[in-house]
């Protein structure tokens, strides 16, 4: 029994070595085709408009609720300690540093991520990626490379959009809502949110986006068994490229506050 345990263990732990290492080969055999082949245009500037045109209402609805929240359940824990003016720094901090960047990627993985893999993985199975080949059309320079390139502009955008949003609506609520002084709100926010703390946002979602675009283009590109094989692909990718999005935002946090450290300083 306990052999048969270390067996299955050591299937599944070389499984994930071998799909990290396939993703890895993607990642690099798409940077080295944007460099390489020229750019197609017309496709990128239509992924630029399904990944970030047409995710707006997603992300701002997202940003909008999460800081009204997020404002409301910090005023009712300070307000008891008499710091209701604080509200404001910790709802811009902590929407900056981390809501913004992690819910933006879950968003986008949920609507994007899935479409992309879908689309793909359609094209896979219905050997629509093998005629590409035969028109001397290489699968990775005509639909990955458009993805990844419209991925990396559209998310430190959306990204932006999600932390302005969030606390815009954080002052909202905490101001009429709730009473809060605007004039104090306002100066803790402009004290304690300094550029550090967006550009940490920003370089979060540079990273979120290649795992979004690459963990769903690669399950994509791998989809068999017909249209019960595009699903299944579909389904792993937004769960895989999810669970991605949080481990990853631990060590990203970790390091980058090495680097662009919290607080006011």
Not at 89 to 118: H, N
Request: hydrophobic share 55%; aromatic share 10%; proline share 2%.
């Amino acid at each position: 029994m306990f052999t048969r345990l270390l067996s299955a263990l050591g299937g599944r732990a070389v499984s994930f070595a071998v799909y990290v290492c396939d993703v890895v080969m993607l990642a690099v055999e798409t940077i080295g085709a944007a460099f390489v082949h020229k750019i197609r245009w017309r496709l990128f500037l239509r992924q630029i408009v399904e990944i970030g045109l047409r995710s707006q209402v997603v992300v701002m609805i997202t940003g909008a609720f999460t800081g009204a929240v997020f404002a409301a359940q910090t005023y009712f824990q300070f307000n008891k300690l008499g710091m209701g003016s604080a509200v404001g720094a910790v709802v811009s901090v902590s929407v900056c540093r981390e809501l913004g960047p992690v819910l933006t990627a879950l968003m986008v993985t949920g609507r994007v991520g899935a479409s992309m893999s879908a689309e793909i993985g359609t094209m896979k199975v219905t050997e629509q990626i093998d005629a590409l080949r035969a028109l001397a059309v290489h699968p990775i320079d005509y639909l990955i490379v458009p993805r990844a390139l419209a991925m990396m502009l559209s998310m430190p955008l959306l990204v932006a959009e999600c932390v302005a949003i969030g606390i815009a609506a954080g002052y909202f609520v905490a101001i009429f809502l709730l009473e809060v002084n605007g004039t104090y709100y306002m100066a803790n926010v402009v004290r304690w949110t300094q550029l550090r703390d967006i550009i940490m946002a920003l370089t979060k979602a540079g990273f979120f986006a290649l795992l979004i675009v690459f963990i769903s283009c690669h399950k994509g590109l791998t989809s068999r068994e017909g249209a019960v094989g595009v699903g299944r692909a579909t389904t792993e990718a937004v769960v895989n490229a999810s669970l991605a999005v949080l481990i990853f935002n631990f060590f990203l946090t970790m390091g980058l506050n090495i680097i662009f450290p919290a607080g006011y300083q």
